[in-house]
Nanobody, 122 residues
Framework: EVQLQASGGGKVQTGGSLRLSCEAS????????IAWFRQIPGKEREGVAC????????FYGNAVKGRFAISPDDARTTVYLQMCRLTIEDSATYYC???????????????WGRGTLVTVSS
């Protein structure tokens, strides 16, 4: 059974940093794409970052380029999202997801974890 467990959300001030973790199990970690999405009430889920376990390629949504970084741990069971220079607009519930294709499109990810809330305040 595929399981994704997101954690690390919390409250932070603007300009601060936070690291989210996505612990993954139940699938072949070497042949998947792990992505982070975020969503605020009333809006569509937005792709934030994606990591390919096949070749280590990463890419990011325009809103977070240069501020966020996605990476796996050494054991390759957890994918992190390091978030820096946070702004109020980064406040959202963050979800990690897994699929076969590297994409920031939510529809291409088959498996989802529960979200973790990030609140950025001034």
């Amino acid at each position: 059974e595929v399981q994704l467990q997101a954690s690390g959300g919390g409250k932070v001030q603007t300009g601060g940093s936070l690291r989210l973790s996505c612990e993954a199990s139940g699938f072949t970690f070497d042949d998947a794409a792990i992505a982070w999405f975020r969503q605020i009430p009333g809006k569509e889920r937005e792709g934030v970052a994606c990591f390919s376990t096949r070749d280590g390629a990463t890419f990011y949504g325009n809103a977070v380029k240069g501020r966020f970084a996605i990476s796996p741990d050494d054991a390759r069971t957890t994918v992190y999202l390091q978030m820096c220079r946070l702004t109020i607009e980064d406040s959202a519930t963050y979800y990690c997801a897994a699929g076969r294709l590297q994409s920031l499109s939510a529809s291409l990810h088959n498996f989802w974890g529960r979200g973790t809330l990030v609140t950025v305040s001034s």
